[in-house]
């Protein structure tokens, strides 16, 4: 029997145990081919996981949560199968309404996500920038050398104040003039480059030179470079694509209808 164009589609959404929702999160990040810059939160235990199902039949997943110690009201990944996506929107809202999700935070090549941001949510801001890698550079500072640090340059490095004391530095005019590294808690095969330069070798190439020698580690290693940073860091951005990274991507935060 046909059915009716009016009758309404049957959505039900319920918590599941993590384990239950990684094979939709595995279609997920295959899908997105990127860095997923909140992958990890699942595997640490910060998300609620949700089932989302039409007509009893599971078509996709939802997670919702929080840095650790802080409450999981955050809607950061939804996912639904291809041939479903047309319930899209209707299984989006059901999933805000159970979950109690209070914020949506998108990164824009999640291009599904994007659109349920746009369609439910409100006061949409964006404060960092997501960069991948985009091409070759031959960057050379003369009399700057890129190495791995010892105990001893972590103990001799510059204050930090925006990024962590990294596992390798540029070393020139006796000093450390910029440290940094690479992050590989995000989806596989993906690595974070940061990288912080000492106030009195800014602005003279360091910062580019050792996020290019970071991106050659980073490939050496079978991994591949990605980037963030916040979009009133001007200075940083210039930095990254002077090294060969270029913005793929905003990340997105808007408000949920309470």
């Known amino acids: 029997m046909r059915r009716s164009v009016s009758e309404p589609i049957q959505i039900d959404v319920a918590p599941a145990a993590p384990e239950e929702v990684l094979t939709l999160r595995e279609l997920y990040r295959r899908e997105m081919s990127c860095q ?3 992958d990890a939160w699942h595997g640490r235990g910060w998300t609620d996981s949700y089932l989302l199902r ?52 998108a990164q824009t090549n999640d291009t599904l996500l994007t659109l349920m941001l746009y369609d439910c949510a409100s006061k949409i801001e964006s404060d960092t920038i997501l960069f991948e890698d985009a091409f070759t550079t031959n960057l050379v500072v003369v009399g700057a050398t890129f190495r791995r640090a010892t105990d001893s340059d972590k103990r001799r490095t510059f204050p930090h104040t925006t990024e962590p004391v990294g596992d390798w530095l540029i070393e020139a005019e006796g000093e450390v003039a910029a440290t940094g590294g690479l992050m590989f808690h995000y989806n596989p095969p993906f690595g ?56 793929c991507a905003r990340v997105l935060r808007g408000a949920l209808a309470g």
């Open 192 to 247: 974070d480059v940061y990288m912080e330069v000492a106030e009195p070798f800014r602005r003279r190439g360091y910062g580019s030179y050792l996020v290019q020698e970071l991106r050659r580690t980073c490939r050496e290693q079978g991994k591949v470079p990605a980037a963030r940073c916040p979009v009133s860091n001007v200075a940083s951005r210039a930095t990254l694509q002077k090294a060969g990274m270029l913005p």
């Open 54 to 105: 039409l007509r009893g039949q599971t078509v996709g997943y939802g997670l919702v949560g929080g840095v650790h110690g802080k409450p999981k009201d955050e809607l950061i990944e939804f996912y639904v199968l291809a041939a479903h996506r047309a319930a899209s929107l209707p299984l989006f809202r059901r999933l805000a309404v159970v979950s109690q999700a209070k914020t949506i935070v």
């Open 36 to 38: 997923i810059i909140r």
